[in-house]
């Protein structure tokens, strides 16, 4: 298994050397070069498993066993997966009408990027304890990835984890998992911004290949393939359970299923159509909140970021540039680096492209779409408590509209993901006139120590806050090469 660029300046990479890099070096996104197929009978032989034994079966299509053998594979994701309050690691509940929820976020914080965030640092771990090496890892949060980055990697030797996310623009438990972490390798910054604003400095640094390379600098956002790789997992465990596929005939087609998914920086809606490519037969919807760029590149080809990012009630999708989307374009476009390269760049040289008709056209066979705003967010999450004593927290509220708005095809199953915990989102809870018993493990946040530094705004504020960044990557190597202890 060897991987490219979407932007076909890079081909013939393996897997450790994507894991350590995020970005490839020309700006692009790392894919493999080709997708494993997902026959109908391998499916049937997968039915049944536990997640657990899914994520390995999926991640070993990925992963050559003379980098990680088997054994070892199988050690590093039960270890990962090992600390999530149900023992099955997700859960489906089963509701009135048809209305079914993939719970993805038992993990330590909450959110479903647990699930991939503690699978992608074990890797990085086995690594880097083999080759007695150390990484310092850079990442920008919308809300959940931060803190899911902290938990997972809090502790451990070889990696240092620099964590930026936007002040103001969170919920208080989203940014009390991260700046209650007082461990020596963690590192936070709260930057007056939106995550869009803490994406465009990031980009910079990761364009300097002699700072990545000194440093041992790379990424745990979806922008590394490891994370998406991992997703892959949550949409065939959805299609194993709920497709009603141990009807199908022996030899006939295998059914089809609707998985509805709440979509921000599209990462998971990627994996989606990446399992789709595979073989999964798969209907895929992105709902998105009022940050619609998803929505209108599909309904009419604007793939243009608006002037600014709305504040909603689903903070961790409020974002303007859905940069998994290029991994989405590639495939659409038949893997063609060229085409996307000058898309890609020209998005983000001018904050905005319109697609030809002929690739929107492409695009919404593929994705459905929806968007809600955050009265819809609110009346979705009423209607399912009254309809069924369930509380969703207002990103599963965003798939979950597509419930009550768009009716059912005669014989589609559907499955909705819900993202996260409401007891991350307690303002929204209460806005919707519901309340919900917060878990002791958040309840214990508000006695805990704080730290964390700010990135103000200022008139060159991008520039500054790279300077800042870049100061606290280097001052974190010389340390470590001097065997110190780092603290903010």
Not at 24 to 46: C, H, N, Q, Y
Not at 454 to 479: G, M, T
């Amino acid at each position: 298994m060897q991987y490219c660029s979407t932007r076909g300046g890079v081909h013939g990479w393996g897997f450790r050397d994507v894991l350590f890099s995020g970005y490839a070096p020309d700006g692009g996104m790392f894919m493999p070069e080709s997708l494993p197929v997902l026959s109908p009978d391998i499916l049937r032989g997968w039915r049944g498993l536990p997640y657990t034994k899914l994520v390995v079966e999926v991640a070993s299509l990925f992963i050559p066993p003379q980098l990680i053998p088997r054994e070892d594979l199988e050690v590093l994701v039960g270890e990962a997966l090992s600390g999530f309050s149900v023992p099955e690691v997700v859960r489906i509940a089963r509701l009135k009408e048809g209305l079914s929820v993939l719970e993805l976020f038992h993990g330590k914080t909450l959110a479903f990027k647990d699930l991939a965030m503690t699978c992608t640092v074990r890797f990085l771990d086995y690594f880097l304890r083999k080759d007695n090496h150390r990484v310092t890892v850079v990442v920008g949060t919308s809300g959940d990835t931060g803190g899911s980055a902290i938990q997972s990697a809090k502790g451990l030797s070889g990696l240092d984890v620099v964590v930026i996310f936007p002040r103001g623009r969170i919920t208080p438990v989203q940014e009390k998992h991260m700046i209650t972490c007082l461990e020596d390798n963690i590192h936070v910054f709260a930057a007056n911004g939106s995550s869009d604003d803490i994406d465009q400095p990031l980009r910079s640094l990761f364009a300097d290949q002699e700072l990545v390379k000194s440093h041992g600098l790379m990424s745990l956002n979806s922008v590394n393939w490891s994370r998406v790789m991992v997703q892959l997992a949550h949409f065939i465990y959805a299609y194993l359970e709920l497709s009603g596929m141990e009807y199908a005939k022996a030899d006939g087609d295998l059914p089809e299923l609707e998985v509805v998914v709440p979509t921000g920086g599209a990462g998971n809606i990627a994996a989606g159509y990446i399992v789709k490519q595979m073989g999964l037969p798969l209907k895929l919807v992105a709902m998105v909140n009022s940050n619609d760029i998803v929505h209108r590149t599909i309904t009419t080809g604007d793939f243009s970021m608006a002037t600014n990012v709305t504040q909603t009630l689903a903070p961790a999708i409020d974002i303007q540039d859905p940069y998994n989307m290029e991994r989405v374009f590639w495939l659409l476009l038949g893997r063609d680096g060229a085409s996307v390269k000058t898309m890609m760049e020209e998005f983000q040289q001018s904050r905005r492209h319109s697609l030809p008709e002929n690739h929107r056209r492409l695009l919404s066979q593929i994705l459905s779409t929806g968007t809600v705003n955050d009265e819809g967010i609110l009346e979705t999450m009423r209607r399912c408590w009254e309809e069924n004593q369930y509380v969703l927290c207002p990103h599963s509220a965003v798939a979950v509209w597509h419930h009550y708005h768009c009716p059912h095809s005669p014989g589609l199953n559907r499955c909705y993901i819900a993202t996260a915990s409401p007891a991350k989102f307690q303002e929204a809870v209460t806005r919707a006139g519901l309340t919900f018993d917060l878990p002791d493990a958040v309840l214990a946040l508000d006695e805990l120590a704080t730290r964390y530094q700010n990135l103000e705004r200022s008139p060159d504020w991008c520039k500054d806050w790279e300077d800042r960044l870049r100061e606290k990557i280097q001052s974190v190597s010389s340390v470590r090469r001097n065997k110190g202890t780092c603290y903010i």
